[in-house]
């Protein structure tokens, strides 16, 4: 008879005793006599992976179907570009997992995944070869399944650092959940999945041996451990604190591109609100009337060829129209907490998002009550992994983050120093609740900011370049993978100098 048992890991530290209970059923689901389980939601694994077509969109495609099929999709790895493994005379693959929780049994569960490959279009081929499509339950709540045409866990997990990175991602360094010990038990290591991640090679594996991870983004896919890649500021308000009315004709604004881009710009920030203290708030009309002349305009110089343009707003309206216009990315100094559309509208524009951390909005920000914090950055990661955690939960996967712990934004000056010095701690602290959301690209954007000035004494914006090169050196070598600046050619050299450190340090 086939089996499917619940166990109860003594491991790690910790004790689970629950096993069945009374909500499960057990009856003859099928001719071949599989056991099947009814009960009440599961926790689950899937593994996704592609080689053939747009595979970002297979991977789209897969996940809409598994949340009309019954699977809530709860967190989303990193994404993975890999090496064929066994059969390697075939594309690269993306790989990437997802948790969830169904109610649907675990031959349910299979029923619908081979279900959802056919409807793609995927069929029959050798072993381990092209696949169009392909999912993977790795993990059914507390159980192992073993029956002719379902073993759980899946039998070579532990050999593939496709499957285990991403199937890493998913967890955190502190548990999270009654079922995650049974998972941890599962593993072929008695140290638990953390350790059989390790045998295998671990994080080093990552950026070599055909497995890097990479961001989706215009019509690349991004491995942002590479290099620092430098953010300009276009700014295009008459209130900003540093170039505000520098740029008010589409003219001075495309110079200004221009400058950039021969400065060796990577992505274009565009900002047609003022965010800083104080500013006053404009309506999505105006913001637009605002910025879609100059990036329609930007969107036809031949320079920008190969340059990704961001939007900074925290309105929804404004980032769907502008990624109609061409922008590729959003950047919302709110994190969602300004326009409750805005996850949702990410979600489905389906384009990378940068969550910064800041509490209130720029009117409210640096009222005493938003810059009381006992550990600015635990608090910090708990907050900003708060707002991505929403964003996730809205259909925006871990694999379109940036995290940004807005520097300057609801912080004093000894706040912005302990997060430039403290860039590691953030991830480290998001880390114990996501290991996907610790690995994302950072941002930071220091760039001529208010405690500069106070610590240099200089009032005057421009003046703090130099004091901006220092602060944004401190964050690459934190562990920052954007910076956001003003100057693009000094912050440039400093970006090149910090990267050739990290490299020989590596």
Request: net charge negative.
């Amino acid at each position: 008879m086939n089996l499917l048992k619940s166990l109860a890991p003594i491991k790690f530290g910790y004790r689970i005793t629950a096993t069945c209970r009374a909500c499960f059923s057990f009856f003859h689901s099928s001719a071949d006599a599989s056991v099947e389980v009814h009960s009440q939601e599961q926790e689950v694994v899937i593994a996704l992976g592609s080689n053939v077509g747009d595979r970002l969109q297979n991977f789209d495609e897969a996940l809409q179907a598994m949340k009309k099929s019954g699977v809530q999709i709860t967190r989303h790895a990193c994404l993975y570009e890999t090496e064929p493994a066994y059969v390697t005379d075939q594309p690269q693959f993306l790989n990437s997992a997802v948790r969830g929780i169904t109610k649907l049994g675990p031959h349910e569960l299979l029923g619908v995944l081979k279900k959802i490959e056919k409807d793609m279009g995927r069929t029959d081929g050798i072993r381990y070869g092209p696949r169009l499509i392909d999912l993977d339950i790795l993990f059914y709540g507390r159980f192992k399944v073993h029956s002719d045409i379902l073993t759980v866990p899946h039998e070579r997990i532990w050999e593939r650092p496709f499957v285990m990175a991403p199937l890493m991602d998913l967890l955190g360094t502190d548990i999270d959940s009654d079922t995650v010990p049974y998972w941890h038990s599962f593993a072929n290591h008695p140290g638990g999945l953390f350790e059989s991640w390790k045998n295998l090679g671990g994080e080093s594996l990552i950026g070599k041996d055909g497995m890097k991870r990479v961001l989706p983004i215009g019509n690349q896919l991004w491995d942002w451990s590479k290099r620092t890649s430098v953010m300009g500021i276009l700014n295009l308000t008459p209130d900003s604190f540093s170039d505000g009315g520098n740029y008010p004709s589409v003219e001075a604004a495309v110079s200004q591109v221009r400058l950039m881009v021969a400065e060796g710009v990577d992505i274009i920030d565009f900002g047609a609100q003022s965010t800083r203290p104080m500013a006053s708030r404009i309506s999505p009309e105006e913001e637009l009337d605002r910025l879609l002349p100059v990036l329609e305009a930007v969107r036809q110089m031949p320079e920008v060829e190969g340059k990704l343009l961001s939007v900074d707003t925290f309105y929804s309206q404004v980032a769907s129209e502008a990624v109609d216009k061409g922008a590729h990315m959003v950047n919302d100094v709110s994190g969602g907490q300004l326009d409750p559309g805005m996850h949702n509208v990410v979600a489905a524009l389906k384009v990378p998002y940068v969550a910064m951390h800041m509490r209130g909005d720029p009117s409210t920000m640096q009222n005493s009550g938003n810059l009381q914090y006992s550990d600015v950055c635990k608090e910090v990661a708990s907050e900003l992994y708060t707002r991505v955690r929403d964003a996730e939960l809205s259909g925006i996967p871990a694999w379109r983050i940036v995290i940004d712990p807005g520097i300057g934004f609801s912080k004093k000056t000894e706040h912005n120093l302990d997060i430039l010095m403290g860039l590691p701690t953030i991830r480290s602290e998001i880390a114990k609740t996501s290991l996907a959301v610790s690995h994302v690209p950072m941002l930071i954007g220091p760039s001529r900011k208010r405690f500069l000035g106070e610590i240099c004494a200089h009032s005057t914006a421009a003046d703090r370049d130099p004091a901006t090169v220092a602060s944004v050196t401190t964050g690459i070598l934190g562990g920052a993978n954007i910076v956001r600046v003003h100057n693009v050619k000094d912050n440039l050299d400093a970006a090149k100098l910090c990267d050739a450190i990290l490299l020989r340090r590596r």
